[in-house]
């Protein structure tokens, strides 16, 4: 069975921070990854997805890495904003299509 | 519809009762997943539909759980008897296609079992 973790799983970064959060899944057959982010109260926003055979993606202040082999993936989020402060969860895809999340880092960016 | 709606936002209901929570996935999109998610959890997998049949649900906690998708677009889930644990926040998400599709995320449905 798939498992996700996520470290850390609270930081707290003065604005302007470059930052980095961190994923790893133990089952390298993966479909892809996705990263989200969720605001208090709401819903999942997709921030980036990752397909098995890429690297990295960028959107943005965000670009997501991908190591599939050694079950890794890390989101850098550049010069780091309050309107950043959120959870971010990530979740990979397995071959039988269901997707395993993460528990999540709480990020507060103070201003 | 432009993005995946869910109702009721939020539900209170008395332990022992019987609940419906539906989703409207994202128009096209074949995939539909139910998830339940606790405070200060990520969500946790519950059932995955590919088009009307449910493909994988073998994230439903017990026989209580229940979920159809009878046309291939809206979905319900249904939970019978209700129990105080069942209180979480339900999510469904939707994708295009199953696989490497981007998945979508409703704003869930809240649910307090007293």
């Known amino acids: 069975k798939q498992e996700v973790t996520q470290i850390p799983a609270a930081l707290s970064v003065p604005e302007g921070e470059n930052l980095v959060l961190n994923c790893s899944f133990t089952?390298?057959?993966?479909?892809?990854l996705q990263w989200f982010r969720q605001d208090p109260g709401k819903g999942l926003t997709s921030l980036l997805l990752?397909?098995?055979?890429?690297r990295e993606q960028t959107s943005g202040r965000l670009n997501a890495s991908l190591d599939k082999s050694s079950g890794r993936s890390t989101l850098y989020i550049a010069a780091s904003q309050p309107g950043d402060s959120a959870t971010y969860l990530c979740a990979v895809r397995t071959n039988n299509n269901d997707m395993r999340f993460g528990a999540g880092t709480r990020l507060t960016v103070k201003p | 519809g432009a993005g995946v709606s869910q109702t009721p936002s939020n539900k209170v209901t008395e332990k022992g009762k019987y609940v419906e929570l539906r989703c409207d996935p994202i128009s096209g999109h074949t995939a539909l997943y139910w998830y339940r998610q606790s405070l200060g959890q990520g969500p946790e997998f519950l059932i995955y539909f590919q088009g009307t049949g449910a493909a994988d649900d073998s994230g439903l906690p017990n026989d209580r759980f229940f979920a159809v998708r009878p046309e291939g677009s809206v979905s319900t889930l249904k939970i019978q008897r209700t129990e105080r644990g069942d209180s979480a926040v339900y999510l469904c998400?939707?994708?295009?296609?199953?696989?490497?599709?981007?998945?979508?995320f409703g704003e869930g449905s809240r649910l307090t079992v007293l």
């Open positions: 990752i397909q098995s055979s890429q």
């Open positions: 998400a939707s994708s295009f296609s199953p696989g490497a599709g981007e998945l979508f």
């Open positions: 089952d390298s057959a993966i479909y892809n």
